[in-house]
């Protein structure tokens, strides 16, 4: 199971701090795993924004390389997702998963940036 949380509404410049806990099944293979960050904007796909694979090696879409950050906690098995100088566009629901999108996907959290 996975539980996103740490949306909210911001102004554009701001921060949020994401987090997405994963429990269950998961818990004891969540380390080998690689993880990702995944964005739905209203009317389109869900996309991937950043990545963070076992070795802790990281990627981002160019639309927020530079402003986000993914990390991860094994012991906690915690992912997060670090989103400075929001800008409207990064208007979405949020959601983590592996990479592979091998688990049910959560219920995401909302990040609403106001210009």
């Known amino acids: 199971r996975l539980v996103e949380s740490g949306g909210g509404l911001v102004q554009a410049g701001g921060s949020l701090r994401l987090s997405c806990k994963a429990s269950?099944?998961?818990?004891?293979?969540?380390?080998?795993?690689?993880w990702g960050w995944w964005s739905q904007a209203p009317g389109r796909q869900r996309e991937l924004v950043a990545s963070i694979a076992s070795s802790k090696s990281t990627n981002y879409a160019d639309s927020v390389k530079g402003r986000f950050t993914i990390s991860r906690d094994n012991s906690r098995k915690m992912v997060y997702l670090q989103m400075n100088s929001l800008q409207a566009e990064d208007t979405a629901v949020y959601y983590c998963?592996?990479?592979?999108?091998?688990?049910?996907w959560g219920q995401g959290t909302q990040v609403t940036v106001s210009s």
């Open positions: 269950g099944a998961i818990f004891s293979v969540f380390s080998p795993l690689d």
């Open positions: 998963n592996t990479l592979e999108e091998s688990l049910d």
